[in-house]
């Protein structure tokens, strides 16, 4: 069964889309209407509520679809398709399903899944948010003045980043952050991954309070300088690693 709606964005302070188990793909497109299109078996398809609430556009799943017996085959998949002109509020997030953007513009951006992987590509939003517990988070030519990122046991690969402040939090989840351009500050707390910051600079302010963990550098001088990018890595077992590359 399918399903499909448009709305005028002009009106709408956001788009909010929470999911259980269903596929989620998000973009910008060559559209005037922000599009919703969604495709699964019938039940799952006639109980998704999408619809204007508060002043936001809201697509979601009864109750998180935490009632559904899961002896049922059922599957769902969403795809919104954004105007690029859109500038708003953004805020996605899904249980166990595969979450995917790519294309977005927003003042503010957040994508969460709990299980779930979650893919990010060529974003820009003054704040954004990514955020996984067991999912592994991938992504690509991300620009934002702040970016947070948070995973329990998922690994975090970011490639291109354009970022003045970058937050990161992991348990035992792997972290590998790579700047296309100088940054102002990159503060990690991990307890055993191990992390990885490369970026266009010759010099970093680091700071590195690990029981175990140990600095690593390639190309790179570790300063005192107040002005130069600050690296402040807090940690039990995690090993940080820092690369400089050529612009």
Same mark, same amino acid.
């Given at each position: 069964m399918e399903r499909n709606m448009s709305f005028d964005g002009g009106s709408l302070d956001g788009v909010a889309v929470h999911l259980a188990w269903g596929q989620l793909e998000i973009f910008a497109d060559d559209v005037d209407r922000i599009q919703v299109m969604a495709a699964g078996?019938?039940?799952? @398809?006639?109980?998704?509520?999408?619809?204007?609430?508060?002043? =936001?556009?809201?697509?979601?799943?009864?109750?998180?679809?935490?009632?559904?017996?899961?002896?049922?085959?059922? =599957?769902?998949?969403?795809?919104?398709?954004?105007? %690029?002109? =859109?500038? %708003?509020?953004?805020?996605?997030?899904?249980? /166990?399903?595969?979450?995917?953007?790519?294309?977005? *513009?927003?003042? /503010?951006?957040?994508l969460e899944t709990v299980s779930g992987d979650l893919r990010a590509q060529r974003l820009n939003a003054q704040q954004m948010a990514l955020k996984t517990v067991s999912g592994d988070i991938r992504g690509e030519e991300l620009t934002a003045a702040r970016l947070n990122v948070r995973s329990v046991s998922g690994d975090t690969a970011l490639e291109a980043l354009n970022v003045e402040t970058l937050k990161c939090n992991s348990v035992s989840g792997e972290q590998a952050y790579n700047m296309s351009a100088s940054f102002q500050m990159v503060e990690v707390t991990a307890v055993s991954g191990? @992390?990885? @910051?490369?970026?266009?600079?010759?010099?970093?302010?680091?700071?590195? *309070? /690990?029981?175990?963990?140990?600095?690593?550098?390639?190309?790179?001088?570790?300063?005192?300088?107040p002005e130069a990018p600050s690296v402040r890595v807090t940690g039990v077992s995690a090993d940080l690693k820092l690369i400089g590359i050529q612009e």
């Open positions: 078996d019938d039940g799952s @398809v006639n109980d998704l509520r999408i619809g204007e609430k508060e002043g =936001w556009l809201v697509v979601e799943q009864p109750q998180y679809g935490l009632s559904l017996n899961i002896m049922e085959s059922r =599957w769902l998949q969403i795809c919104v398709r954004m105007p %690029k002109e =859109w500038k %708003k509020a953004i805020a996605c997030n899904t249980i /166990s399903g595969l979450l995917s953007a790519r294309g977005l *513009r927003a003042e /503010s951006l957040t191990n @992390v990885i @910051v490369t970026a266009p600079v010759q010099a970093m302010n680091v700071s590195l *309070r /690990s029981i175990s963990g140990r600095v690593r550098t390639e190309g790179i001088a570790i300063t005192d300088q």
